[in-house]
């Protein structure tokens, strides 16, 4: 069973940095990732992406945190980050990882982690 671990929110300060991590786990082999992306939602609200890689590692980014978020992947260890620099109050929220992948082409899965907490705030 694919399961995805994140690690790495906290409380910070405005312009502070984290990074967090988010571990693909029990796939076994064959399973193939095609799309990695984090996502964050705030209570009551809707989810929102923030950034996204794709095969290929193209990125696409929110405009909220361009140029100050970096999503990156480890292929070797099936690991994504979110590097997240110049942090802002407004970046309060839960954050999640998603993963698209599957063991065929024609059969791809949506997976999400179990969301990590980010607060910026002095």
């Known amino acids: 069973q694919v399961q995805l671990v994140e690690s790495g929110g906290g409380l910070v300060q405005p312009g502070g940095s984290l990074r967090l991590s988010c571990a693909v786990s029990?796939?076994?082999?064959?399973?193939?990732?095609?799309?990695m992306a984090w996502y964050r939602q705030g209570p009551g609200k809707q989810r929102d992406l923030v950034a996204v890689m794709a095969s290929g590692s193209t990125t696409n980014y929110s405009d909220s945190v361009k140029g100050r978020f970096t999503i990156s992947r480890d292929n070797g260890n099936d690991t994504v980050y979110l590097q997240m620099d110049s942090l802002k109050p407004e970046d309060t929220d839960t954050y999640y990882c998603m993963v698209v992948g599957g063991w065929r082409p024609s059969k791809q899965y949506n997976y999400w982690g179990q969301g990590t907490q980010v607060t910026v705030s002095s």
């Open positions: 029990g796939s076994g082999s064959g399973f193939s990732i095609n799309r």
